[in-house]
């Protein structure tokens, strides 16, 4: 099962882009739905990531320092959608951008570990030129 994710391209710096991603129905108890990204040479990092709430919590939101201000990631539950809205792009936010779903089978407080996840896109590309 891949998560498919769309919404990636060529954008110059300060532009915005917008990212989607749907998860199958199959899933129906979903942790976290977020987004994670990897440069060439780079490790795969976390960029944001929204935590679902419990009967005791609200569901939470999650970013990296070097997008915070910038970046909003947002989810459809009745979807098993999630989405990040980039703005003020720069160019070193150029990176393959993947969709990543912690499901219910996973503990929700590995959701900063990308083994914390089980179900994966299949990466779309951000470009930003200068």
């Known amino acids: 099962v891949q998560l498919q994710a769309c919404g990636g391209g060529l954008v110059q710096a300060g532009g915005s882009l917008r990212l989607s991603c749907v998860a199958p129905?199959?899933?129906?108890?979903?942790?976290?739905m977020g987004w994670y990204r990897q440069a060439p040479g780079k490790q795969r990092e976390l960029v944001a990531v929204?935590?679902?709430?419990?009967?005791?919590?609200?569901?939470?939101?999650n970013y990296a320092d070097f997008v915070k201000g910038r970046f909003t990631v947002s989810r459809d539950n009745a979807k098993n959608a999630v989405y990040l809205q980039m703005n003020s792009l720069k160019p070193e936010d150029t990176a393959v951008y993947y969709c990543?779903?912690?499901?219910?089978?996973?503990?929700?407080?590995?959701?900063?570990?990308?083994?914390?996840?089980?179900?994966w896109g299949q990466g779309t590309q951000v470009t930003v030129s200068s």
């Open positions: 129905g199959s899933i129906l108890r979903v942790n976290a």
């Open positions: 929204r935590t679902t709430g419990t009967m005791i919590t609200d569901d939470s939101t």
């Open positions: 990543a779903l912690q499901s219910a089978r996973k503990a929700i407080s590995y959701w900063r570990r990308t083994s914390g996840y089980d179900y």
